[in-house]
């Protein structure tokens, strides 16, 4: 990668070892990137392996589902970078338990960093975007988000709520030139380092391969938007 101080800007939140940090490096081919999540040494040290191969990232530290930290991150993110023309909300948390093992607390949360983070971040891209004519809102989704299995109590509910506001944003912006889309990744991600007990490395979704979906959508020709999108394992079952 080559840095360009004066390519556009991109947002990843939610950002882990997993497809955040595939998306992050995907994107950062072509765009100055913003990778936000919890942990402060986390992105630290993903932005300067970004960095370190030619591009331009920059981590920051934030809990998605508090406000005023949302809306600090992002006027950090407009000062340091620009305003985006990209935002990708890939956080998401569980707990997985049925009604009778979930407790409120969990239930709020499970709400706040799946779908509350989701309305915080586009309500600080969208403005912008409208006055630019243009951008683009990519969601990642779940399974539960479509169909809820009984250990779902919180995080389906959670899911469903972004699922729908992805489709009222597509509805309303779309027609203002902002596409919208919500990606439904229905198996297990395969995390380098993290083990899942009965699986094989083909049972599993390949980061690097979801994030090529992810490019693929951000950049389509608006005569053939994508709105709403699944990826699985060849194997999967549905």
């Not at 889309?181 to 380092?193: F, T």
Request: net charge positive.
């Amino acid at each position: 990668m080559k840095e360009n101080t004066q390519a556009p800007v991109a947002t990843v939140v939610g950002v882990g070892p997993g497809l955040g940090a595939a998306l992050a490096r995907r994107f950062a081919e072509k765009y100055r990137v913003a990778i936000l999540a919890r942990s402060a040494d986390y992105v630290s040290k993903l932005g300067a392996e970004i960095r370190a191969a030619g591009g331009h990232a920059a981590g920051i530290a934030a809990d998605v589902g508090d406000e005023k930290q949302v809306a600090a991150a992002f006027d950090r993110i407009r000062r340091e970078l620009g305003s985006p023309e990209i935002l990708i909300y890939n956080a998401g948390t569980g707990p997985f338990g049925s009604l009778a093992e979930v407790s409120p607390e969990q239930f709020e949360n499970c709400w706040r960093i799946n779908a509350f983070g989701a309305f915080l971040c586009a309500k600080q891209v969208v403005p912008d975007m409208l006055a630019r004519g243009g951008g683009v809102v990519l969601f990642t989704g779940a399974t539960a988000g479509v169909k809820a299995g009984p250990r779902s109590a919180a995080f389906g509910p959670a899911k469903f709520a972004l699922r729908g506001l992805a489709q009222s944003m597509a509805r309303d912006l779309g027609p203002r030139g902002i596409h919208v889309a919500h990606i439904n990744v229905d198996g297990v991600i395969d995390i380098q380092g993290r083990s899942f007990p009965g699986l094989k490395e083909e049972d599993m979704l390949k980061p690097e391969a979801i994030a090529e979906t992810y490019w693929h959508l951000a950049h389509q020709h608006r005569s053939a938007w994508t709105m709403e999108l699944e990826v699985r394992p060849f194997k999967e079952k549905f």
